[in-house]
T-cell receptor
Framework: AQKITQTQPGMFVQEKEAVTLDCTYD???????LFWYKQPSSGEMIFLIY??????QNATEGRYSLNFQKARKSANLVISASQLGDSAMYFC????????????FGSGTRLLVRP | EAGVAQSPRYKIIEKRQSVAFWCNPI?????LYWYQQILGQGPKLLIQ????????DSQLPKDRFSAERLKGVDSTLKIQPAKLEDSAVYLC????????????FGEGSRLTVL
């Protein structure tokens, strides 16, 4: 069963505006972690942000923040003040914190930033 | 700190031929992952090692794919015989064994099967 869902195949945003990329997940494990990665057209996978299921505060890293709504099982990525270099694929991923530390990815959202 | 090294970067083969990919993780990272990323899709986990033991290989097509991690460091992923649908980027990643341990990825090996 798919455990990570990204329902937006593609998104546009105007430069300097904020954008939210959606991610929902499904797990019965009370302990888990959520990750966001960026993949530019060059292909490398760049880690952006992490949120643990027991973290009280929403994670933030510079212009990236994670809107974590545990009851809704959603972990949306918010990018503030979009830049042209933010154009890329964005992947949400989840790690259930059982003994395996397996990390499963969603299908991704392609973000295009318009000048 | 050196990153995750992968080779070759590109490989083109005919169907039914074999191919091998090599990965050297970041020093000290006990966990090593191989993902398959088909164009336009998210990475799909093929196999995960912790040290030199297999943690998960439930998505590995074992009739044609094999992987090993020698002495808990380097890893090799082999495909034999290749099919057209194996055309993809094969990503290797490594991480520390901790819940928040993010994966560090190599540049990937792009396979084209003709």
């Amino acid at each position: 069963a798919q455990k990570i869902t990204q329902t937006q195949p593609g998104m546009f945003v105007q430069e300097k505006e904020a954008v939210t990329l959606d991610c929902t997940y499904d797990t019965s494990d009370p302990s888990y972690g959520l990750f966001w990665y960026k993949q530019p057209s060059s292909g490398e996978m760049i880690f952006l942000i992490y949120q643990g299921s027991y973290d009280q505060q929403n994670a933030t890293e510079g212009r990236y923040s994670l809107n974590f709504q545990k009851a809704r099982k959603s972990a949306n990525l918010v990018i503030s003040a979009s830049q042209l270099g933010d154009s890329a694929m964005y992947f949400c991923a989840m790690r259930e914190q059982d003994s395996s530390y397996k990390l499963i990815f969603g299908s991704g959202t392609r973000l295009l930033v318009r000048p | 700190e050196a990153g995750v090294a992968q080779s070759p970067r590109y490989k083109i083969i005919e169907k039914r031929q074999s191919v091998a990919f090599w990965c050297n993780p970041i020093s000290g990272h006990a966990t090593l992952y191989w993902y398959q990323q088909i164009l336009g899709q998210g990475p799909k986990l093929l196999i995960q090692f912790q040290n030199n033991g297999v943690v998960d290989d439930s998505q590995l097509p074992k009739d044609r794919f094999s992987a090993e991690r020698l002495k808990g460091v380097d890893s090799t992923l082999k495909i034999q015989p290749a099919k057209l649908e194996d055309s993809a980027v094969y990503l290797c990643a490594s991480s520390l064994v901790k819940p928040s341990g993010e994966l560090f990825f190599g540049e990937g090996s792009r396979l084209t099967v003709l």
